[in-house]
C-alpha cells in the first residue's frame, strides 16, 4: 500500500546521506542526492499531486543527534511521511574516534523518537537501513558493530508498523559482482548511481 497521498508532506531525516549537501538556509532544498532524485521521480510521475518533499538530514549525525533536534526538525514540521535514515555514524564513530555507540542505546534513542512521532503526529514511518559497503581496508570488520543495528532497525519497523527499505540488503547485492565503490566511493556515501539505487528503492518500498 502507497505510504504516499495528494497533498501529503513527506519529511527526509538522517545524516550526510539524507542531507547529500543542501542548503542549510533553504528549508526546500532537498540536497543532491536520493531526497531530491524521489521528488523529481515521483513528480514526473505523478504530476499534480500536491507532494511535498523536505529534507533535513545533517552530516554527521547520529541517531543521538535526530533525538536531540526531533522536536524542530521533525514534529515542529507536522508532516504525513516520515523517513529515517540513520546509523552507519553510529558505527563508523566507533572505529575512527573510539566512541562507540552500543547497539542497545542506539535502540533506545531511535525507539524514542518513534514514540515521540506515533504519540504526537498520524505519520506513516519508512524506516531505512544504515549499509555499508567494504571499500576500504579494515571496513569488513565494522559488520560486529553495524549489524546488531540494522537488527535493531528491523525490529522496530515491525513494532511501529513502518515500512522498511532494506537497503543495507539492496546495495550489497548490487555490489555483488562489479567494483563496490561505484556505488559508495568510501563505503559510506553513495555516488550518484548509489543515491539512484537508494531512490528506486525508496519509491519501491512506498509506492
Known amino acids: 500500500m502507497s505510504v504516499l497521498k495528494p497533498q501529503s508532506k513527506v519529511l527526509f531525516i538522517g545524516d ?3 542531507d547529500a549537501g543542501r542548503d542549510r538556509t533553504d528549508p526546500d532544498d532537498l540536497g543532491r542526492g536520493y531526497p ?8 514526473e510521475a505523478h504530476p499534480g499531486d500536491g507532494v511535498r518533499f523536505l529534507n533535513r538530514g545533517i552530516s554527521g549525525n547520529r541517531v543521538r543527534d535526530l533525538r536531540a533536534r526531533w522536536e524542530p526538525d521533525c514534529l515542529d514540521l507536522a508532516p504525513d511521511v516520515v523517513s529515517v535514515m540513520i546509523g552507519i555514524n553510529d558505527t563508523w564513530r566507533r572505529y575512527d574516534r573510539a566512541d562507540a555507540t552500543s547497539a542497545e542505546d542506539f535502540a533506545a534513542d531511535y525507539e524514542r523518537i518513534l514514540a515521540l512521532t506515533t504519540d504526537r503526529l498520524t505519520a506513516r514511518l ?3 537501513e544504515p549499509f555499508l559497503l567494504p571499500v576500504r581496508p579494515g571496513q569488513d570488520s565494522w559488520r560486529e558493530d553495524l ?9 522496530l519497523a515491525r513494532e511501529y508498523a513502518a515500512t522498511l527499505v532494506p537497503l543495507d540488503t539492496i546495495v550489497t547485492a548490487a555490489a555483488a ?4 565503490a561505484e556505488l559508495a566511493g568510501d563505503g559510506v556515501h553513495p555516488t550518484m548511481e548509489g543515491h539512484a539505487l537508494i531512490a528506486g528503492s525508496w519509491l519501491e518500498a512506498t509506492t
Open 147 to 155: 549489524d546488531p543495528k540494522i537488527a535493531v532497525v528491523r525490529r
Open 36 to 43: 531530491r532524485l524521489v521528488a523529481a521521480t515521483y513528480a
Open 16 to 18: 550526510s546521506i539524507t
Open 177 to 180: 559482482n562489479r567494483d563496490a
Open 126 to 128: 519508512v524506516l531505512v
